[in-house]
């Protein structure tokens, strides 16, 4: 078995970030993607990018949105491609499972995705 986890390292000033990637497959992409866009360009904390509603548009048939989301925003999907609400629970699994890394303020943080049973446990 291959593990796949899609790793990113963003930069800034040539200096270290942050690094994600993930397990799930074709769910990778679509996660890792968000989590950066999260981070990046919404400005968001590592605890608040992971807790935010996802999307999973890795799928030819249907986007996937975490329920989470706001109606006007699973509308706007809705619109585009035939879209269903999900949990982000253990099982099934509808999303990927990311991880990720963050240097902030000279403090190294760090997370998994919050649905598994272990982050609480890693967290402890």
């Given amino acids: ?4 986890i899609n790793p990113v390292i963003v930069t800034k000033g040539g200096e270290p970030q942050f690094a994600v990637g993930a397990s799930g497959g074709r769910r990778i992409m679509p ?17 608040e990018a992971f807790h935010a509603p996802r999307i999973d548009v890795s ?10 989301l706001p109606k006007d925003v699973f509308e706007a999907l ?11 629970t253990v099982y099934p699994v509808f999303y990927a499972c990311p991880s990720a ?11 998994a995705e919050i649905s598994l049973p272990w982050t609480a446990a890693a967290g402890a």
């Fill in 31 to 47: 996660a890792v993607a968000q989590i950066i866009s999260f981070l990046a360009c919404f400005g968001m904390s590592l605890e």
């Fill in 1 to 4: 078995h291959l593990i796949e």
């Fill in 78 to 88: 809705a619109a585009r491609q035939k879209t269903v609400a999900a949990p982000r």
């Fill in 101 to 111: 890394v963050l240097r902030e303020r000279g403090e190294q943080l760090g997370i």
């Fill in 59 to 68: 799928g030819v048939e249907r986007i996937v949105a975490d329920q989470r």
